[in-house]
């Protein structure tokens, strides 16, 4: 996968984030066609950008934390 392909799913990763549309990494996972483990690292990636992401177990969902 080149940079810029990466730099979309992050930042599409990030919308449905902040959309609150994120429910799992199986679901993101499904939807970019990769490991779930990919999609751990791209989570890591977006909070070394400076984006403060929690998952809400009793939401059951991804969020960013204001």
Do not use: P, W
Not at 26 to 43: D, H, N, V, W
Not at 47 to 66: D, S
């Amino acid at each position: 996968m080149d940079y810029l392909t990466y730099s979309e799913r992050l930042n599409y990763l990030l919308e449905m984030i902040e959309k609150g549309q994120l429910l799992s990494l199986k679901q993101a996972s499904e939807k970019f066609g990769c490991s779930e483990s990919t999609i751990k690292r791209m989570l890591q990636t977006i909070r070394k950008q400076g984006h403060h992401i929690k998952y809400c177990k009793i939401a059951q969902k991804y969020f960013v934390e204001i």
